[in-house]
């Protein structure tokens, strides 16, 4: 969705600098073939530049847009999004059982059980601004392709309503009434007037349009304008290359013999009517668009100094490439992609990098990595973690173990998994355990971790992931979980360290 919304903005923003050139060097040049082929790229090229590799710069692929979310409260306490744990997004598989989890101590660190909540207290994404914003965008797609739709119905209608009459190679429909001459294909729609009076002008017009493929223009455009019906410049692009394609047309009447007084007198008198369908090319025109045509007619070509200002398009794409192509190195600022289910947490997020790793692989499979920035700002306790949160399902009443692979370089604080299970409405936490009394730290191989948590039948959600306190990098992958019996014993944390059995000192005498 975020990958989407970003391509959109990334050819939109190529497509409205490309076409500023045009329209400051080109539009009003009369080498139409040229200036429409320039159109038409203006609308390809920005589709592309996304995927063609960049030297460097800013990447869509890896762009952050910043998900502020909005949280649903029940009696106070936030409630989780159930997301399932077997849709990690990392790994799916299971992995062999840690045996040197028996000799591992269990953590009695009232600090650490301090900072559990501080790790997932996290609202619950129900509704995102980019979630909105896509909603948005679809809904303006529909609304352009049902009047595309309602255009193509009408054009049928005009096919329906006569024979068409087969004419210099088109099939020429003759409507009564006021009916705009307009060509669509093979077809040419005329008014009965229009056929008794000025029928040869007229049909050599749209002819040219035939014969110069206009219609393929106009289909490329239409589609354009239901995929970018947000972005004005492709509404210019449009009414730009459909003077262009009525300065062809008026350009081929002439050169097959039509009377240029009196085809300019044709034009200033249709110069007020419909245009019936984006597909369709018009005959008539607005006043001051049929202003243009006879001042084009009457213009003599220089055709030479076009081609030296389409040389401005070379830096100009030169720019947009190294700014809006793929960035060909993964570690490269905002090249990293969060999966789909994770999310960045943690006291200090602005300060790592988090995503899928492309350059990275373990067992042939996509390992996420979390990563310091070079702007880090150090303090007590600032750290990041990528994380899920789900409702217990299956695992609820069970004793769950997580595992995980994990590689670590140059760590300066400790990194480690993590697991906890919280209450049912209620901030407290039936278990939880982070490593912190094993942690990860400085440069480490690949390595398997594990956590053993008891899940009660009456917990409310499960929390997870990997997170990095301090500077360095570390990658994570394979995760999973499974249900394991009472003699896989526990890795997790007492919830309520060294509290006593039974009211003690009652008198105060100790």
């Not at 965008?137 to 006569?162: C, D, N, P, T």
Request: proline fraction near 5%.
């Amino acid at each position: 969705m975020k990958a989407l919304l970003i391509y959109l903005l990334v050819t939109s923003v190529c497509t409205g600098v490309f076409y500023g050139c045009f329209r400051l060097l080109m539009r009003k040049e009369t080498c139409f073939a040229f200036n429409r082929a320039t159109l038409l790229l203006i609308v390809i090229l920005p589709l592309a530049i996304p995927f063609l590799p960049s030297p460097g710069g800013w990447s869509w692929t890896g762009a952050t847009i910043p998900e502020t979310t909005f949280a649903t409260r029940l009696d106070g306490y936030s409630t989780a999004l159930p997301l399932p744990v077997a849709n990690s997004g990392i790994s799916r598989t299971g992995v062999p059982e840690d045996r040197g989890a028996k000799e591992r101590p269990v953590v009695r660190d009232r600090e650490t059980v301090a900072r559990a909540a501080e790790i997932v207290d996290v609202p619950v994404v129900l509704v995102t601004p980019v979630g909105i914003v896509f909603w948005i965008y679809l809904f303006g797609a529909g609304v352009s392709f049902f009047i595309f739709v309602v255009g193509m119905f009408r054009l049928f209608g005009w096919l329906r309503q006569a024979r068409p009459r087969r004419e210099n190679g088109a099939e020429v429909i003759v409507l009564p009434g006021m009916v705009s001459a307009a060509s669509f294909g093979k077809y040419v729609v005329i008014s009965d007037e229009d056929y008794a009076n000025n029928r040869e002008e007229i049909l050599t017009h749209e002819q040219g349009h035939r014969q110069l493929g206009h219609v393929f223009d106009l289909t490329l455009l239409t589609v354009a304008q239901i995929v970018f019906w947000f972005n004005p410049v492709i509404y210019l692009i449009k009414r730009d290359l459909r003077e262009i394609h009525e300065y062809q047309a008026d350009d081929y009447a002439l050169k097959r013999g039509v009377d240029a007084r009196k085809y300019q007198m044709l034009i200033i008198r249709k110069s007020v009517g419909l245009q019936h369908f984006a597909l369709a090319t018009n005959f008539n025109n607005t006043y001051c668009q049929t202003k243009k045509r006879i001042a084009m007619m009457n213009t003599m070509r220089k055709n030479g100094r076009i081609y030296w200002k389409s040389l401005v398009y070379l830096p100009v794409a030169a720019l947009a490439l190294m700014s809006f192509g793929m960035a060909g190195n993964s570690d490269a600022a905002g090249s990293l992609t969060v999966p789909e289910g994770w999310i960045k947490a943690g006291t200090a997020p602005e300060n790592y990098e988090m995503g899928v790793d492309p350059s990275a692989k373990k067992d042939g499979k996509n390992v996420a990595v979390i990563q310091s920035v070079e702007a880090f700002q150090s303090g007590v306790g600032k750290f990041g973690t990528l994380m899920q949160m789900c409702l217990p399902g299956q695992y609820a009443g069970k004793r769950v173990k997580m595992t995980a692979d994990i590689k670590s370089e140059n760590v300066t604080g400790w990194a480690g998994m993590w697991f906890r299970v919280d209450a049912k409405n209620s901030r407290n936490s039936l278990a939880f355990d982070n490593m912190q009394g094993r942690p990860i730290k400085g440069t480490t191989d690949w390595k398997q971790c594990q956590i053993v948590l008891d899940v009660p039948a009456d917990a409310g959600k499960l929390a997870y992931g990997v997170l990095l306190d301090g500077e360095g990098k570390v990658w994570f992958g394979n995760v999973s979980f499974e249900i394991v019996g009472d003699s896989v014993p526990l890795t997790g944390m007492d919830m309520n360290p060294n509290i006593p059995e039974s009211p003690e000192n009652l008198d105060f005498s100790k």
